[in-house]
């Protein structure tokens, strides 16, 4: 009788250490899955990726905030009451002053600036709207200055990251890590092989899948996002049956059942 307890005992804990085993497998994500820019396998070293900085071509949909600035103070009051901003020493620049302030690229490619009427938009850089505003505005003012910044640059940050959301870009280009640094970056169980970019072009949705883990990110034509970009993290599949922190809890709930299942036999 001594014996068949003992052998229950035994089993008891050769099953407990095997729940605890199978919960620390399950509850780790390989290093391999969650670092960065890894070199591939048998390929030498490489420090130098190619990758031109794209310059971003205005599209329908798109904001423009406009200035012009002369030497003339009446001019300047012109100006600013035609576009109806008034006396901009005492504005906030909130995205919602920026919307009822800014210039929207119209469906035709167009916008509509008071007193040099419709500039075509769509399909030129923001360096080049500078230069055509500076044109046009020097045909009424000799001494008109054209100040033309892209406003409203939004990306939105979905899936496995820290802090999901919409955020507001104030520079002319961002990189995917940067957005993912605004998100408090990626979750342990985020699969980094499998990132996705929504990116609207010519009217279309288009979806590129990015792989985080390899340096061939670098030179990507998707490395740079442009305004209204969505990205979507994929979860790992395992990640369900996962924990991303230790579960100490579970594992203290554990050992105690098991040392009542262990009393009891006893």
């Known amino acids: ?34 670092k960065y820019l890894q070199e591939k ?22 904001y423009l905030y ?13 100006f600013a009451s035609a576009t109806g901003s008034g006396n901009r020493d005492y504005v906030t620049y909130s995205d919602q002053n920026l ?39 020097r045909e009424i003012i000799k001494e008109a200055s054209v100040v033309v910044k892209l406003v409203l640059f939004n990306v939105s940050v979905l899936g496995e990251v820290k802090n999901p959301g919409k955020y507001p870009v104030y520079t002319n280009r961002l990189n995917i890590f940067e957005a993912f640094a605004m998100a408090n970056d990626l979750t342990t169980f985020a699969d980094r ?29 998707y490395y740079y996002l442009q305004p209204n970009d969505i990205i979507y993290v994929e979860p790992m599949k395992y990640k369900t049956y996962g924990f991303e922190a230790f579960p ?12 009542l299942i262990a009393s009891f036999f006893k």
Do not use: W
């Not at 407990?16 to 919960?23: E, N, Q």
């Not at 600035?69 to 012109?78: A, V, W, Y």
């Not at 990116?199 to 990507?220: A, H, M, P, Q, Y």
């Open 99 to 137: 919307y009822l302030t800014s210039y929207l690229v119209n469906d035709s490619g167009y916008i509509t600036f008071p007193l040099l009427g419709k500039i075509e938009a769509r399909g030129h850089t923001v360096t080049e709207m500078e230069v055509s505003l500076n044109k046009a505005a």
């Open 193 to 221: 092989s499998k990132v996705q970019v929504i990116r609207v072009e010519n009217n279309k949705n288009n979806v590129v899948t990015l792989d985080l883990l390899g340096k061939d990110i670098l030179s990507s034509p």
């Open 1 to 34: 009788m001594i014996l068949f307890y003992m052998n229950k005992k035994s089993i008891a804990f050769k099953l407990f250490f095997i729940a605890i085993i199978s919960l620390s497998v399950i509850s780790c994500v390989p290093y391999s899955k969650i």
């Open 248 to 259: 100490y809890v579970l594992v203290f709930s554990t050992i105690t059942t098991a040392l």
């Open 66 to 78: 406009i200035k012009i600035l002369t030497l003339d103070e009446k001019s300047n009051e012109i």
């Open 41 to 62: 396998e048998g390929e030498a070293q490489v420090y130098d990726f190619q990758n031109k900085i794209p310059d971003y071509r205005l599209k329908s949909g798109d």
